[in-house]
């Protein structure tokens, strides 16, 4: 057993996206860890509260706090939970998470210093944060990926190929949901039997906003709401390709998944995806806000059928470096 006690401070909302939160505390709490996490509270101000009395109410029993850390809004309850810690003495690791952080430094470095240098050790789960963060001159890094239990996700090759296209995340307008209907209109127009599926939650009246489009131009598109993992991963085996139209991201956890399930992805080449995705080899990737070019990289994978199998195959070696199994090794190391 761990001797560790450990207050993980995050967005638990349980009628949002499954995000770290959810899945690296339960991971941890069975390696023996004691894990208290927070905060589950849908309104935002009660939520930022909840997270500050959970550090004080805990603030003899924890050894360490987690900190899942963004670039918007949640930026600001990183910081006041982290001057917590330190008020009270206790080490702190930000979790680095979204593609727009590095931005972040830019427009708040005062606070920015003063939450990350301070930190016992800020953990980027890319590549792409690891050097973002490097080169603005923070040193106390660590890299762990996204993690999966690659047991739970089985490999299905697709020997046919068609136009049978899936979409999995919030949406919101950063993910550019919107592309995906272009996409699928386009393949339309240009003579392919397309359809779409869209998996996820309402997160900015995105959702509302693709169901109106997708009612006026009678496009064949199906939204399913957040479904829970398991659902979605049954569903997954009804299509062939995995589309992710994002503008900003980090390594997003639904892309590493597709990869595992056999779904060639086709990407936008933004922020963390180059450091995830190798071109042509365990995916495509295109550039943002363009859906011919999504549209000419699906038409090459419909034509190839023997690259689209090769992409799969070399794409789920390479997210079985994700697994809990080795990386939980590296989250031993620093706790």
């Known amino acids: 057993m761990k001797e560790k006690n450990i207050i993980y401070i995050g967005n638990k909302l349980a009628n949002k996206t499954v995000t770290t939160i959810d899945t690296l505390s339960g991971l941890l709490i069975e390696e023996g860890y004691m894990v208290k996490s927070y905060s589950s509270c849908n309104n935002k101000i009660f939520r930022f509260v909840d997270m500050l009395l959970a550090i004080i109410k805990n603030k003899n029993w924890a050894d360490l706090v987690l900190i899942d850390t963004y670039s918007t809004q949640n930026f600001y309850y990183a910081v006041f939970v982290a001057k917590l810690c330190r008020t009270f003495h206790i080490p702190y690791i930000p979790i680095l998470h979204g593609g727009n952080l590095p931005n972040r430094l830019t427009k708040s470095p005062r606070l920015s210093k003063k939450l990350f240098k301070n930190a016992k050790i800020n953990v980027a789960p890319s590549h792409y944060l690891l050097e973002a963060f490097k ?16 047991k739970k996700y089985p490999f299905l090759q697709r020997e046919k190929i068609k136009a049978k296209l899936l979409w999995v995340r919030s949406f919101a307008s950063i993910y550019n949901p919107v592309l995906a209907l272009d996409i699928v209109e386009e393949l339309l127009n240009q003579g392919f039997d397309a359809s779409l599926c869209m998996v996820g939650p309402e997160k900015d009246g995105s959702l509302e906003k693709c169901k109106a489009i997708a009612q006026q131009k009678k496009l ?60 042509n080899k365990t995916g495509i990737l295109v550039p943002p806000n363009n859906a011919g070019v999504f549209v000419k990289a699906i038409k090459d994978l419909l034509a190839n059928p023997k690259k689209a199998i090769q992409v799969s195959k070399n794409a789920r070696l390479e997210v079985e470096k994700f697994d809990w199994e080795q990386v939980k090794q590296k989250w031993f190391k620093i706790l």
Do not use: C, Q, R
């Not at 957040?226 to 659902?231: G, I, R, T």
């Not at 390594?251 to 995806?273: D, K, Q, R, W, Y």
């Open 220 to 279: 064949p598109v199906t939204f399913t709401g957040k479904v829970s993992k398991k659902e979605w991963i049954h569903l997954s085996k009804e299509y062939d390709i995995f589309i992710n139209t994002t503008n900003f991201d980090n390594t997003p956890v639904s892309v590493i998944e597709a990869m595992a399930l056999g779904l060639p992805v086709v990407s936008t080449n933004v922020g963390g995806l180059p450091f995830l995705i190798t071109n």
């Open 135 to 150: 080169n603005s001159g923070f040193n106390n890094l660590a890299y762990i990926p996204n993690t999966i239990e690659i």
